[in-house]
C-alpha cells in the first residue's frame, strides 16, 4: 500500500517562501515520477510541478516558473516544493501524487490523470 502524506503548509506574508513535504510510505518510491497539484474550493485541481524518478528532469506550470523548485530525496522517501516569492494567488491547498508510471519515467504526467495514489492535501495562506 502506498500513502503519502505532505507537510509544510500554513500562513505567510506575500513575498516570502514556504517548503512542503511529501513521505512515501513503500518501497516504490524511488522507481517513480512524483507531481505537485493544487487545488483551491470549487476549483479544478491544477498541475504545479512534476520530477523525473531520477531527480534529473523537472518540470513547473508557468505559473510558478522561476519561484517554485521540486526536488527528491529518494533515500528518504521524500519530495519537496519549495515555493519562494509567494503571491496571495498561491493561496490553494497543495498535494502531491505518484505518477501512474510505468516505472523509471523521466516526463511525469501533467494531468490529475497521469497520478494514481495522492496525499491529504496541506493547505498554503498567503496574505497581502
Known amino acids: 500500500q502506498v500513502q503519502l502524506v505532505e507537510s509544510g503548509g500554513g500562513l505567510v506574508q506575500a513575498g516570502g517562501s514556504l517548503r512542503l513535504s511529501c513521505v512515501v510510505s513503500?518501497?516504490?518510491?524511488?522507481?517513480?515520477?512524483m507531481g505537485w497539484f493544487r487545488q483551491a474550493p470549487g476549483k479544478q485541481r491544477e498541475f504545479v510541478a512534476a520530477?523525473?524518478?531520477?531527480?534529473?528532469?523537472?518540470f513547473y506550470a508557468d505559473s510558478v516558473k522561476g519561484r517554485f523548485t521540486t526536488a527528491r530525496n529518494n533515500a528518504k522517501n521524500t519530495v519537496y516544493l519549495q515555493m519562494n516569492s509567494l503571491k496571495t494567488e498561491d493561496t490553494d491547498a497543495y498535494y502531491c501524487?505518484?505518477?501512474?508510471?510505468?516505472?523509471?519515467?523521466?516526463?511525469?504526467?501533467?494531468?490529475?490523470?497521469?497520478?494514481?495514489?495522492w496525499g491529504q492535501g496541506t493547505q498554503v495562506t498567503v496574505s497581502s
Open positions: 513503500g518501497r516504490t518510491f524511488s522507481s517513480y515520477a
Open positions: 501524487a505518484r505518477d501512474r508510471g510505468p516505472p523509471w519515467g523521466e516526463v511525469p504526467g501533467t494531468r490529475t490523470y497521469d497520478y494514481d495514489y
Open positions: 520530477i523525473s524518478w531520477s531527480g534529473d528532469n523537472t
